[in-house]
């Protein structure tokens, strides 16, 4: 079975970028799509079609994917980006997750 | 506005059955497919099943596949997920949520707690 692989955590500073990787097999070849999860409520979803941001999602938030490797960047983070991401990919009429990165704002 | 809200959880004793209901509404609901997500507690999200827009198409997670079932009545504009042969891992919250078209899910319902335990 298809398999996305993230890293457990991030931590940035306050105003400085974040780039969260997902990994896996030619997933350049897929559709990337990315979550946000704040504690106690639902995912949003901040990425999809790999660069894609949903109308209310800021412009900080962009995506790539190419290659093996997708990848969310938080360009200026915010205190209130401090969350778990998610990636997700479509393989195979099934749907897959990363494990999910939780990102720290120091 | 868009709004799924999900009902029908609760604890179960495990290899009994239950049945979730995801009321939808701000949209087109025959339009689109829907579907289940799962998150155990502490745990990240695992999707669960897929069904088509007009319910010709299903798809399962291998973990579910022939215990749990979709299903959906357009005229009431809800989802439902049968669930089951129930074990102690099916706890989590089960989330509804929409698809976009393109293999992305662009809204959540709030989720709802299942427990399996005896």
């Known amino acids: 079975s298809y398999e996305l692989t993230q890293p457990p955590s991030v931590s940035v500073s306050p105003g400085q970028t974040a780039s969260i990787t997902c990994s896996g097999d030619k997933l350049g070849d897929k559709y990337a799509s990315w979550y946000q999860q704040k504690p106690g409520q639902s995912p949003v979803l901040v990425i999809y079609?790999?660069?894609k941001r949903p109308s209310e999602i800021p412009d900080r938030f962009s995506g790539s994917n190419s290659g093996n490797t997708a990848t969310l960047t938080i360009s200026g983070t915010q205190a209130m980006d401090e969350a778990d991401y998610y990636c997700q990919a479509w393989d195979s009429n099934t749907y897959v997750f990363g494990a999910g990165t939780k990102v720290t704002v120091l | 506005q868009v709004q799924l809200v999900e009902s029908g959880g609760g604890v179960v004793q495990p290899g009994r059955s239950l049945r979730l209901s995801c009321v939808a509404s701000?949209?087109?609901?025959?339009?689109?497919?829907i579907h289940w997500v799962r998150q155990a507690p502490g745990k990240g999200l695992e999707w669960v099943a897929v069904?088509?827009?007009?319910?010709?198409?299903?798809y399962y997670a291998d973990s579910v596949k022939g215990r749990f079932t979709i299903s959906r009545d357009n005229s009431k504009n809800t989802l439902y997920l049968q669930m089951n042969s129930l074990r102690a891992e099916d706890t989590a919250v089960y989330y509804c949520?929409?698809?976009?078209?393109?293999?992305?899910?662009?809204?959540w319902g709030q989720g709802i707690l299942v427990t399996v335990s005896s």
């Open positions: 069904i088509s827009y007009d319910g010709g198409d299903k």
């Open positions: 949520a929409k698809s976009t078209g393109t293999h992305a899910f662009d809204y």
């Open positions: 701000g949209f087109t609901f025959s339009n689109y497919g």
């Open positions: 079609q790999d660069t």
